[in-house]
């Protein structure tokens, strides 16, 4: 049964119904197509770009640049309109097609050698708020920060998002949508409205569907779809829109979120070379413990939000990068707190960050907590301003891994973590164990409400490294793998769901899961990332996809 969002929610964005609307089916004519036909005018047609063109080197890759496509042609398009005409002509020839959004897909989903056209979103990137759906509209090739600047900038208002500054909202949203203010907000999607999605009938045929969360709605099943079913799934999506439950009213500034006005920023760290079994153990335990405590939606500390980066020993420095809500009483004490409870009993004095790690740069200046403004935060630590980390690069081929974390972690996980971060079996900077803030507002809404099921964790974790030479790609996947398989040695190689661990995070997609020789624990793929939304997901895939036209190597299967 759905749960609503706490009072503490309610609160935040002001209490009261939610506002009635209705779904719209349109495809070539009708409402969207007004506004797109706006677009075509001012703007261009489909754009196609094809292997002779000087462009289709850049056009065929994304951020890992392990993936690189060969499509026959890459369409570039600016509007809805454009995309029912793409697809329509690439299903009636029998081609395979794929849609690139912001392009950090982990996997080759996109650039398959098997996708014959790509539908390329990263021209479709307005962000406006609708006086018809009297909520705000972001077209899918968007990225986190074209939102928040607008948001922000135009009405003070935010969508709990991620944190790196490139990422496409067409993949993250319909993914679930962590970041810095889930513990304080919630996931992205527990403010998704709806979804204007292209899709393909059994007869072949393109039309373009909004999909509402309002009860009433008879397209509600691909809304929820689009709330962590993952992306490349059920169709293209060309819009989401953005209303949180409960507001109510026609001002913009009342509909979604808003951020603290100031954060508090620091940035700590502990010396590899000083680094004990014992010190490391301690640190992650004191992470873990502390987040167990301070899972609960509603808690003291729902607004604080932390990243603790276990590097390779390489990498020479172990981090802990926290922000927290500068606006509530007594904010600067409960951040040291924090701070000085996961320092605790590690026996080496905290210090500066004086090199990148992930999608972040040095940060030698925010040692002590530091007192800055919300979007002045938000484009520093997601790699948009100053000297970023390698995550950005796009020169850099990469592996990643994910889980969930619903207890403490087990001693022998920790062992692990120290035998491998500490290893010279290689020599890569880039190589990291990090573990995210989870929990609080996410917490708050059942597990069956969206498609996102992941409701009672209270950390994330991702292992990932980074390279550049292709040379390095056996040597550093096995790497990856061998670490991961280890670390879940117990589960069959996999953070199966159990009283410690949930799964996977469909956003950090890894192959492997769907492999025997990596996954032994008899538990699939689609069940570490969906549990037990996915029957539900395959009969909304059955309704809204039945010739599987959008499909990948880990794509909702056809029951």
């Known amino acids: 049964m759905e749960r609503d969002l706490s009072e503490t929610a309610r609160r935040r964005f002001l209490a009261g119904a939610a506002a009635v609307g209705s779904a719209a089916v349109f495809g070539a004519t009708g409402s969207a197509a007004a506004e797109d036909r706006a677009i075509d005018v001012a703007g261009f047609g489909p754009v196609a770009v094809t292997p002779k063109d000087g462009r289709y080197p850049d056009l065929v890759r994304g951020l890992n640049q392990r993936w690189i496509g060969r499509p026959r042609a890459v369409y570039l398009v600016g509007s809805t309109a454009q995309v029912v005409r793409v697809v329509q002509d690439t299903v009636r020839e029998g081609k395979r097609i794929s849609v690139h959004g912001g392009g950090h897909c982990f996997e080759d989903f996109v650039f398959n050698p098997k996708v014959e056209v790509v539908v390329d979103m990263s021209e479709m990137k307005r962000v406006y708020f609708d006086v018809g759906r009297n909520a705000f509209a972001v077209e899918a090739g968007s990225t986190l920060l074209d939102v928040y600047e607008t948001l922000y900038r135009l009405w003070g208002v935010t969508v709990p998002a991620g944190v790196c500054y490139n990422v496409g909202m067409g993949g993250h949203i319909s993914g679930g949508g962590w970041g810095m203010l889930c513990r304080q907000y919630g996931l992205s999607v527990d403010h998704l409205y709806a979804v204007e999605v292209v899709v393909v009938d059994a007869a072949g045929t393109a039309r373009a569907v909004v999909a509402t969360r309002e009860r009433s709605d008879p397209n509600r099943d691909l809304w929820w779809a689009h709330t962590g079913g993952g992306g490349g799934n059920f169709g293209v999506v060309t819009r989401y829109w953005f209303r949180s439950p409960g507001a109510t009213g026609t001002d913009p500034a009342a509909l979604l979120p808003r951020p603290p ?14 680094m004990t079994r014992e010190g490391f153990a301690t640190l992650v335990k004191n992470f873990s413990v502390w987040h167990m ?20 020993r390489s990498h020479g420095e172990i981090s802990l990068l926290t922000q927290s809500d500068a606006t509530v009483h007594d904010a600067e004490r409960l951040h040291a707190d924090f701070v000085a409870a996961i320092g605790d009993g590690v026996g080496i004095p905290r210090g500066s960050v004086t090199a990148p790690f992930g999608e972040h740069g040095p940060l030698p200046e925010f040692t ?15 790699g948009a301003v100053g000297t970023g ?16 974390l619903r207890a403490n972690i087990p001693d022998r996980h920790i062992e692990v973590l120290y035998e491998n971060l500490n290893s010279s079996a290689i020599d890569n900077p880039s190589a990291m164990a990090q573990f995210h803030s989870f929990g609080g507002m996410v917490n708050a809404t059942a ?37 991961y398989r280890a670390l879940y040695a117990d589960t069959g190689g996999v953070p199966v769901p159990d009283a410690v661990t949930d799964g996977c995070y469909v956003n950090y997609p890894d192959i492997d899961l769907s492999d025997a020789r990596y996954n032994r624990s008899g538990v699939p793929w689609y069940t ?5 939304n996915y029957p539900r997901l395959q009969r909304v895939k059955a309704r809204w996809d039945p010739r599987d036209t959008f499909r990948h190597d880990q794509s909702i299967r056809l029951p």
């Not at 409400?449 to 096995?478: C, G």
């Not at 570490?528 to 037990?532: E, I, N, T, V």
């Open 528 to 532: 570490l990332y969906y549990k037990d």
């Open 368 to 382: 002590a907590p530091k007192r800055i403004p919300w979007l002045q935060a938000t484009r520093l630590l997601g």
């Open 261 to 274: 006005s100031a954060v508090l920023v620091s940035a700590v760290s502990w010396p590899w070379r000083e």
């Open 293 to 312: 405590a301070n899972s609960a939606p509603g808690n003291r500390y729902e607004g604080l939000c932390a990243l603790l980066t276990l590097t390779h």
């Open 389 to 404: 980390g390698n995550v950005n690069d796009p020169s850099q081929r990469a592996d990643h891994k994910s889980a969930y």
């Open 447 to 483: 597990s069956g409400a969206t498609a996102s099921a992941h409701r009672d964790s209270a950390m994330k974790m991702v292992m990932y490294l980074q390279w550049a030479d292709r040379a390095d790609d056996v040597r550093y996947v096995s790497w990856l793998r061998n670490f």
